[in-house]
């Protein structure tokens, strides 16, 4: 028995040897062709198509996907996918480019593709082996990623005009800017994408935070407060124009209304069931808003005095942003105040009616006052 297990033993170390100096021979022949247009057998095909996946997924499951239904993230992805991604990726539109033929495998056409977000993520930060596909993040931070990959999901739902319209509106990028010494950049005057200048390009809050509608002077909750404890991030509207999306703007106009006339019920049925609503650097739930600065809003807006100084939108597929820039005349904390208020709402529709899924509130006092 001992002898025949030596036997097999030496048998299969034999066989093991063979192959390996076969492989080793086959190797350093150069019989393989290497060649991107010499394309592997469809078994060779499939075992590195199941490798790729499997290794994407187990590495990107644990990943934590911030919001990437914001507005500002949207917009910054679109302009980094226009600067990075159209020739290989395609956008809506594009049919082909020069160097998407030649490339094996094919990337896929991301204008006609959705794609999973902790694998997108994933694939942009890292890259892909033997292919073409980089990886960004030796040269982009984890936020410009995430921004590439919210924009991924609505590319699919975009006209050629809405993406021509979105890219034309994001934020520039120094990253991208690399001047005379090469790579990419979204500003140049001959880039049908190049970035255009917005029609409420100017409107950018300074000064202190909150909300739009300001607080009853007695109430600890001062969203209107001339002495805000800190500033937040200046609430941008860039690239809004009016009528763009004349449903949503039609929405974001019948939820000014029914917060002027009071109406809780009508308020709330424009807001979808996750909605967040910011103001003064704190976010609320739908129930938090509905349970406390709903009903504040609704009195203090009862002694306002509103005057609309701007509205716009921009669509982007199934969902659209609606800016708005209104002055407000009120008491505050026994005061007459004028208020510069400005609103950002980011609707998404559902069958065929817009809900409200975020807001955004800041404002400030009217210089002088």
Not at 9 to 29: C, D, H, K, N, R
Request: hydrophobic content about 40%.
């Amino acid at each position: 028995m001992k002898q025949h297990i030596k036997h097999h033993s030496i048998t299969v170390a034999v066989v093991l040897g063979v192959l390996a100096i076969g492989a080793g021979a086959f190797v350093y022949s150069g019989i393989y062709n290497i060649g991107a247009d010499d394309h592997h057998t469809k078994p060779v095909f499939a075992v590195m198509q199941t490798l790729r996946e499997r290794s994407i997924h187990v590495r990107s499951e644990d990943l934590t996907v911030p919001d990437l239904n914001d507005p500002q993230l949207i917009l910054k992805g679109a302009g980094q996918y226009a600067a990075m991604c159209t020739q290989c990726h395609l956008k809506p539109g594009m049919k082909d480019s020069e160097l998407r033929p030649g490339l094996y495998p094919q990337p896929p056409n991301l204008s006609q593709t959705r794609v999973d977000p902790k694998d997108a993520f994933w694939i942009i930060k890292h890259g892909i082996k033997m292919s073409a596909m980089p990886a960004w993040g030796g040269s982009h931070d984890d936020p410009t990623i995430w921004s590439m990959v919210a924009f991924l999901q609505k590319l699919p739902a975009m006209t050629p005009e809405q993406y021509k319209d979105m890219v034309a509106k994001a934020p520039p990028d120094e990253d991208m800017d690399m001047g005379d010494e090469g790579g990419h950049s979204h500003g140049g005057a001959a880039d049908e994408d190049a970035h255009g200048a917005a029609d409420m390009k100017d409107m950018v809050m300074s000064g202190e935070a909150g909300h739009s509608h300001g607080a009853a002077p007695e109430d600890s909750h001062d969203h209107a407060s001339t002495t805000a404890p800190a500033a937040e991030t200046p609430l941008s509207l860039d690239g809004m124009k009016p009528k763009a999306a004349p449903e949503a703007e039609a929405v974001a106009q019948a939820f000014h209304t029914a917060l002027q006339h009071g109406d809780r019920t009508a308020v709330l049925a424009l807001l979808a069931p996750d909605v967040t609503i910011s103001e003064g650097g704190h976010t609320q739930t739908r129930d938090d808003y509905a349970n406390g600065h709903l009903g504040e809003d609704i009195a203090f807006l009862k002694s306002a005095r509103i005057t609309p100084v701007s509205l716009g939108s921009m669509p982007m597929g199934d969902t659209a942003m609606v800016g708005s820039e209104s002055d407000i005349q009120a008491m505050v904390k026994g005061k007459p105040t004028m208020l510069r208020s400005r609103e950002l709402l980011n609707l998404k529709k559902d069958g065929k009616d817009w809900k409200i899924v975020s807001i955004q509130w800041q404002s400030a006092p009217v210089s002088g006052e």
